[in-house]
Structures are given as C-alpha cells and as structure tokens.
C-alpha cells in the first residue's frame, strides 16, 4: 500500500458516494472523496430535498382553503417566491456543511475538483493534482436529458427550478414522469398556469392503471392541462420573452417557462472510462456492474445513478454501504432490490410498492384485488371534491401480499410502512390480524375484507 495514497478513491459526492466513504474510513480505509460542484450531490443540492420544500410549499394553499371549513379564515395571505427559494436554498448551505462535517469527522478527505481516471490508479484533479488510489468507486449520478428539438436552449431543466428569478404565471412541462409530475403539482400548487405534455398515452407510466387515471384526473382537477400523446417539436422565443412550445399536432402553447422533465442520464462522461477499460451501455452511457458494483476493471466500481439500475436515492445509499462493507469491513452483502418503495409527490400524493395489478395477473394465475376509495377526513367540512384510494394486490393461492398502492395524503409515510410486511412475505391474514386505529386513513389497509374485493383472474 506503499505505492497509494488511499485505499479507496470516491469520484462524486452524492448520496452513495457520500455513504460508501463514510463506511469504508469507519472500517480504517484511508478514504477521500472528489466533487465538482457542492457536497450532498443531486438529491440534496437539486432534487428530492429542495422539492419537497417546495412541495411543501405548494400545498399550504389547499390547507387555507380547507381551513374555511373549519371555521378559518385569511384574506390577506400572499405568497412572495424569492422568500421561498431564498429560504431554500438556506437550508441546503446548511445540509451541505453538515455532509460535509460528516466526511470530515470520519477522516474521509474532501477534494472540490473535477476527477479524471488515469492509468495504474492515479486520479487526475482538475486543480492539476494527481492522486493514487488503490480501489476507485464512481458515484456520480445523472444529470437531466433534454429532447433534441429546435430551441431546446431556451427550455430549462429541473437543475433551474430552484434558482429562478421568479415564479412563472405560465410554465409548459414535458414529461409524464415522476419529476415532471412533481414539477407541474408544484407549480400549479402556487398559482402558475400548468400545461404537461407527455409523449405516452397516460402520465406515470409504469405504475398501477386505476392510480395513473386517478392521480391524472386530479391534477386536471386542480387545474393542470394535461396533454397526452403529443411531442414537442421546437421552442420558439418571442420578441416579448415569452416561448412558444410547438407540438406534434400542430397545436402551440405558450408560456414564460418551459421545463424539460424527460428523464435522466448517467454522468459518465469524461471521466476517463474508456483509457481505463471501464464498459457502458452504448445507449445510455450507463456503467457495466456486476451485483457487486464492479465494472469490468477490476479496481474501478460503481454505484447510483451512473448505473442507471434502480434510480433512487436510497438504493444509491444502500449500495454505497455494502461495496465499503464488503470491500473493507469484511461484511459482504448485497442489496436486495426487490419490493422498493417508491413516491411521487404529487397532489394528490403517490405511494408504492411491490407488483401492480396489471404485473401481478402476469406472474401469476389467481390473483385478488382489494381496494377501497373514499373521501378523506379532512375534505368532508372543507367540501372538497377528492378521494382517496388504497389497493392492495394478493396472490390468491398463497395469500401473499405482492404490492400496495395508495393515492391521498401522506401515501408515502403509509407504504413506508407497507413495505415491511410486502418484503417479508406476509399473508393478507396476518395483517387482517393487527388492530385497527381508529380515525385515520391507514386503518382502511387493515379492514379491507374480501366480500369488498374485486376477485380477478388472469
């Protein structure tokens, strides 16, 4: 080890970056970590953080308007977008130091350059250092794609929401998926005039038939102009600022702003893969792993994002965990990607887990339906028009749990908890055993019986 600096090499501050860097020096590797850009990577400088501030944010008006019901009333609120963003971005000055005084405290050294790959373990800083690692871990995440259109310069990205100038009266989102969702609940939430455009035939592709249908009529409901099945085709700058987003029909929208939300890609360029042997995907630039994170040299792993397997924070984190465990503290395990959670925090709120009903009658023969809806609690005083629907998917033979589903307010605290016993293998008996609290929304997960079940067969 004489001939190296560290034992381990993290290229990527981020969430698995950050994670594997704190384990592996916990373990007494000599550890240092390099990022560009600010410590806490994407989902604590630009994504999961920030958003659900603004998340937050973007449902205090609902609750003023329920509150009439309640017997409240505040006629004079406004709502003032630079305290907002201001405040936001505050709290991830101070996330950030606090990520970083965790590395710091853990003996991890921090490098804020850009790293290069370099032959026979050394790593190349873009402040002209040079490094020598014995074992490198790549963790440098997506990065938002934008659609290859004429003018696609004047549309931003979710990177941008959080340093806008100000709050666009009028915003075209393109994309059906969870960013794109989010973004457009957001925006419509604080007053902007939405208009999503997806290139499906649904938004959320890829989830339970019966939530996308729900969730869509309730954003269209609350006052998104959802636009299926259309492309857009170019932007277009006007002489007074505004854009112009052309789209497949024919059609055009204007706005002040339009968001591209179609997707990310891995962050895997110009990071000397290719002199070091390091395979991608052709098509997206992803990282060849193996179930241990190890790219086809055999000193260089990968976690996160950049592999482009499961996109979540929390699976980059677990895998960050197990390569420092297994690599260096003599602890080897490997994550278990089945049955992850999963939220889009929409409005109304999205929760997940485990197979959907269209999934689930094709792995298995028999399969049982329960699902309930109802107006929660809180809407009935307020007189609002929303709903609440739960599902969960049961493999008749066995009575095995295989998915939940939740659409309504707090979805994603509620299949947090579902996932234990999803994961576990548990029967629908069982948790028809457990006792019910009563009033609230989550009781509905445990008394739903089967002379209320929608029996079906593949």
């Keep these: 080890m004489s001939n190296h600096d560290f034992d381990l090499f993290v290229i990527g501050a981020g969430s698995g970056g950050v994670r594997a860097a704190r384990v592996a020096a916990s373990h007494g590797a000599r550890v240092a970590i390099a990022e560009e850009y600010r410590v806490g990577g994407t989902c604590v400088i630009r994504g999961c953080v920030p958003k659900k501030l603004m998340v937050y944010a973007s449902r205090l008006p609902r609750e003023l308007r329920d509150g009439r019901g309640f017997g409240w009333t505040a006629d004079s609120v406004r709502f003032d977008w630079s305290v907002l963003t201001g405040n936001v971005a505050g709290e991830l000055t101070r996330l950030e130091g606090l990520y970083a005084k965790t590395l710091e405290s853990a003996g991890v050294s921090i490098f804020r350059a850009r790293a290069h790959l370099k032959d026979g373990?050394?790593?190349?800083?873009?402040?002209?250092?040079?490094?020598?690692?014995?074992?490198?871990?790549?963790?440098?995440?997506?990065?938002?794609?934008?659609?290859?259109?004429?003018?696609?310069?004047?549309?931003?990205?979710?990177?941008?929401?959080?340093?806008?100038?100000?709050?666009?009266?009028?915003?075209?989102?393109?994309?059906?998926?969870?960013?794109?969702?989010?973004?457009?609940?957001?925006?419509?939430?604080?007053?902007?005039?939405?208009?999503?455009?997806?290139?499906?035939?649904?938004?959320?592709?890829?989830?339970?038939?019966?939530?996308?249908?729900?969730?869509?009529?309730?954003?269209?409901?609350?006052?998104?102009?959802?636009?299926?099945?259309?492309?857009?085709?170019?932007?277009?700058?006007?002489?007074?600022?505004?854009?112009?987003?052309?789209?497949?029909?024919?059609?055009?929208?204007?706005?002040?702003?339009?968001?591209?939300?179609?997707?990310?890609?891995?962050?895997?360029s110009n990071l000397g893969l290719g002199q070091m042997g390091v395979e991608t995907e052709n098509a997206t630039g992803a990282i060849k792993v193996d179930e241990r994170g190890r790219t086809s040299c055999a000193d260089i792993f990968a976690v996160g994002d950049v592999t482009n397997r499961v996109c979540l924070t929390p699976v980059a984190i677990r895998e960050g965990h197990a390569f420092a465990d297994t690599m260096f503290g003599g602890r080897p395990w490997r994550v278990d990607y089945e049955s992850i959670p999963t939220a889009v925090f929409s409005e109304p709120e999205v929760g997940t887990v485990g197979l959907t009903e269209e999934r689930a009658k094709q792995e298995f023969d028999d399969v049982k339906i329960f699902k309930t809806s109802f107006r929660p609690m809180k809407a009935t005083l307020s007189r609002?028009?929303?709903?609440?629907?739960?599902?969960?998917?049961?493999?008749?033979?066995?009575?095995?749990?295989?998915?939940?589903?939740?659409?309504?307010?707090?979805?994603?605290?509620?299949?947090?908890?579902?996932?234990?016993?999803?994961?576990?293998?548990?029967?629908?008996?069982?948790?028809?055993?457990?006792?019910?609290?009563?009033?609230?929304?989550?009781?509905?997960?445990?008394?739903?019986?089967?002379?209320?079940?929608?029996?079906?067969?593949?």
């Design 121 to 268: 373990g050394t790593i190349e800083l873009s402040t002209g250092d040079l490094v020598r690692a014995k074992h490198v871990l790549i963790a440098t995440g997506s990065t938002p794609s934008r659609a290859a259109v004429p003018g696609s310069e004047h549309a931003i990205t979710s990177d941008d929401v959080f340093s806008l100038a100000r709050k666009p009266e009028r915003i075209v989102v393109y994309g059906g998926g969870y960013i794109a969702v989010e973004m457009a609940c957001v925006f419509a939430g604080l007053g902007s005039q939405v208009t999503l455009v997806c290139r499906s035939d649904d938004i959320l592709r890829g989830f339970d038939d019966e939530i996308r249908l729900l969730v869509r009529t309730e954003m269209e409901a609350n006052g998104v102009d959802v636009i299926a099945s259309r492309l857009i085709t170019g932007i277009e700058k006007n002489d007074d600022g505004t854009l112009t987003a052309l789209l497949s029909d024919n059609s055009a929208v204007n706005a002040e702003q339009i968001l591209f939300a179609v997707g990310r890609s891995p962050n895997s």
């Design 384 to 458: 609002r028009d929303s709903k609440v629907m739960m599902k969960l998917i049961v493999n008749a033979k066995t009575d095995r749990l295989l998915g939940c589903h939740i659409v309504g307010p707090e979805a994603a605290e509620m299949v947090q908890l579902m996932t234990i016993p999803i994961q576990q293998g548990m029967t629908k008996a069982a948790l028809d055993q457990a006792m019910p609290l009563h009033p609230t929304a989550a009781e509905e997960l445990i008394t739903m019986r089967s002379p209320f079940a929608r029996h079906t067969r593949a």
